[in-house]
């Protein structure tokens, strides 16, 4: 009989959540484990088996679950390996999806990085169903994303393919970026980029603005986003200027693979308008001709407290009984 | 009986260059047919399918042909038609395939824009036999790809993805592009980028040159070449800028698709070191450390004169029998 559940872990620098998922994308038991307490992988590996074996547990054991999909930075689908991610408690390359297995009688498990996980998500459970071809991209505190062409997410020759919050937007005077280069899309695009964007206005402008009755150093992107929502000038301006410089990398991304659509995803997508909008309008601006108003962009249709989970554990769909 | 041929036809602006074509990658007969002084689509066809017939005649007939492949500028391969192709003198949208088919028997005709011919080329008989995800890069009087992920060509949901020389390369002051807009990848690292480049260098700079002995007007990338083969310091440089201008925008397209290999073909590409090592150390520069080493950069490995309708032919070995 086919296995009717498969389980779903989202691995952040912070926390762990993961969650019992069956065929139609609910989400019946779920649980987290502490990532960034354990300095010791086994001991954080540990941790999180007993987690998911209460789970697994209560849906009637490890014969009910098909497969167990991962969502991690820098995970390579290739390897089901963790390899040299910076914002993890475990340095050099982690084989996390093989410790994961043995500590749970052999379930397959499938690693990927956390932005493919969404976008597997989103084509199994949300705005993607039916498509072929899309982009997804999440802006949080970095810009991920994860590109699905013919049906299959692009993994590349190496397992690391789709880094687009790393192509280069500003090849003069760009911003430093945490991958230790300058100008990438990550450095303005993300929630870390528009307080970044914030903090220059504030400082190389003179007009009022609500942002300046916070203390600079701790402003963060809900702050912009609250003071757009009160018509702020300048903090509208900011979200203008953050949906002008992705509208023009998106415009590139469409050259290349000339997807139907491109979708949005995580704490930045929910400035609704106030980034949609200016995206739109830069997209028109920059797009080829033989592509213009042919690529739709969207918001992602899964609601974002389940949705990691949901897209790590549609990957434990894909894996192969033993 | 399996059919032992395929027939290539790589349609360019002035000329049209066909071949039937060997499952070794042989041409064992070619012919051509002029493309520009037809105005009448269906004055061209009728060229285009009697020196074909000639061909087809030569190995046994109809029977022995399983396909035919075609290269042209704007071919969508969903629909068969060539759409509004710049250099082309017919307007509009073109049913190529169906006319070619019609002409012919009823053999089916698969068509392409010319560098994703160039890719399918490469993959069937030269440097990227054995690749499963490549990027061809056509470095002539445009710039053109041809983008293979998991062994397919990159279609996009439209046909048209793949249009790589037009990523922006500048975002201010870019050059003016034929596409439209400005600051295209293709501006700069065309054989007609090449030439601007010198004609500003001419122009801005006041140190000698060989080429100050031309016609700037009139100076063609052929001309740089054969001053940098001279040890011209200034032509030289022209090499320099263009190849690092490729060499950033390849670390861009590494971060999309992490390919194995990025394949240069195209009349520029004879430049061979000249631009190959400041493309080099550009991408080594600027590529996101996990790619880091990681992409091999190759010269197509396809006889240029033949390589046109080779990559047009092995389509043909694509399509299916009716």
Known sequence: MEKPYVVGIDIGGTNTVF???DA??????????????????????????????????????????????VG????????GCIEFAPNLPWKGTIPLAQLISEKLNGIP?????????????????????????????TLGTGVG??????????????????ELGHVITRRHNGRKCGCGREGCLEAYASATGVARTAREYLEIRTDESLLRNLNPDEIASKDVYDAAMK?????????????????????????????EAIILFGGLAKAGDLIM????????????????????????QLKESDAAVLGASALGWETKEI
Chains 1, 2 share one sequence.
Not at 50 to 55: A, D, K, P, R, Y
Not at 113 to 121: H, K
Not at 277 to 290: G, Y
């Open 19 to 21: 969650g019992v998922v």
């Open 24 to 69: 139609r994308g609910t989400i019946l038991y779920s649980g987290s484990a502490k990532t960034g307490k354990h300095a010791d992988v086994n001991n954080y590996v540990d941790e999180l088996a007993n987690g998911l074996e209460g789970v697994i547990r209560r849906v009637g054991g490890h014969d009910k679950i098909k497969g167990i999909g």
């Open 72 to 79: 991690a930075p820098n995970g390579n689908y290739f390897t």
């Open 109 to 137: 498990v499938t690693l990927t990085n956390d932005a493919n996980a969404a976008a597997i998500g989103e084509m199994t459970y949300g705005a993607a169903r039916g498509m072929k071809d899309f982009i997804m991209i």
């Open 145 to 162: 994303s994860g590109i699905v062409i013919g049906g299959n997410l692009v993994y590349g020759h190496d397992g690391f393919a789709g």
């Open 231 to 259: 018509n702020d000038k300048l903090a509208i301006e900011i979200f203008e200027a953050t949906g002008t410089m992705l509208g023009e990398a998106f415009a590139d991304f469409i050259a290349f693979s000339s997807p």
């Open 277 to 300: 909008k200016p995206i739109k309008e830069s997209l028109d601006q920059n797009v080829l001709k033989v592509f213009a108003g042919k690529t739709k962009l969207l918001f992602s």
